[in-house]
């Protein structure tokens, strides 16, 4: 069992930048891939970006390439999401997940974190 919260969600300004933390506790975190995703209001969730159980390999979203990256901190069952040049539609509640590398579904999830961009 792996439990999640997440973290540093708030409200910023079009052109601003927050960092989102994702902390881990339970089973051995490092073994994991994390993915965020993030749920508009009237939206499905949608996948923002991932990190491989290393750190290795991210992978992103079209629509946050380039401003967003994902790192982790495995000695601190930690994973980051660096957000810059926030958008207005990026507003959304921003969730981590976390999977075994063998499967497809993320298994773990956290409660969400309030992320909000005024233009």
């Known amino acids: 069992q792996v439990q999640l919260v997440e973290s540093g969600g708030g409200l910023v300004q079009a052109g601003g930048s927050l960092r989102l933390a994702c902390a881990a506790s339970g089973r051995t975190f490092s073994y994991y891939v994390v993915g965020w995703f993030r749920q508009a209001p009237g939206k499905e969730r949608a996948f923002v970006a991932s990190?491989?159980?290393?750190?290795?390999?991210?992978y992103y979203a079209d629509s946050v390439k380039g401003r967003f990256t994902m790192s982790r901190d495995n000695a601190k069952n930690t994973v980051y999401l660096q957000m810059n040049t926030l958008k207005p539609e990026d507003t959304a509640v921003y969730y981590c997940a976390a999977k075994d590398v063998t499967t497809y579904q993320y298994h773990y999830w956290g409660q969400g974190t309030q992320v909000t961009v005024s233009s």
């Open positions: 990190i491989t159980p290393s750190g290795g390999n991210t």
